[in-house]
């Protein structure tokens, strides 16, 4: 009985193991003040999903405690080693809110367009959308990339995070999860039975 439900529960681990090793198209950065370049002591942290689905950039950002309000948010990128240094911004987060010490951002950006994109970053990676948006999902995917919140009181930057690759089981992922959770729910009502 217990080899049974220990080769369940490893079936339904190797499941979700194998839907995470798939190509991303989401990923996390948590923002703080020691994560800026230089690093500060600001209390302040935040939390950004950002989605990719074709040529879609779908943004979450949530924020809090910042010393001081907002001024401008985007994705900068990229740097020349994995999780360190400054690059220029690539993308703004346009409608942004500015002024405030806490909030939440959701925005969609079309990536498809010239304007989605800082006319800096545009013109040094090919002067269109889609070389820009190549060299940003190479970069992300590099994790030379980063969510930046900059703030009255620290102009170049309060808090930053680095984007990284949020995995997402695939479909038959969570499938192999319910036929282990099913087979686990069998075995112990059996067992009681």
Known sequence: MKKVLS?????TTAAFAAGGAQAQTTF????AGPLENPPNASPGWGLTQI????????????FRD????TTE??????????FTGNAPIAVPFTSFPTGVHASQYTNGLDLALDTSFESGFLSSNGGTA????????????????????HTSDKP???IRGWLVAAPIP?????AMLGIGLAGLGFMARRRVG
């Open 156 to 158: 170049a930057g309060e």
């Open 130 to 149: 889609s070389s820009a948006m190549s060299a940003l999902m190479t970069g992300i995917k590099a994790n030379e990339a980063y969510v930046n919140i």
């Open 7 to 11: 080769i369940l529960a490893l079936a």
């Open 170 to 174: 695939e479909p038959a992922s969570w």
């Open 28 to 31: 996390r950065a948590v923002e």
């Open 51 to 62: 989605d990719i689905a074709g040529t879609k950039m779908f943004v979450d950002a949530r």
């Open 66 to 69: 910042l010393l001081g309000a």
């Open 73 to 82: 948010a985007h994705v900068h990128c990229c740097t020349s080693t994995a």
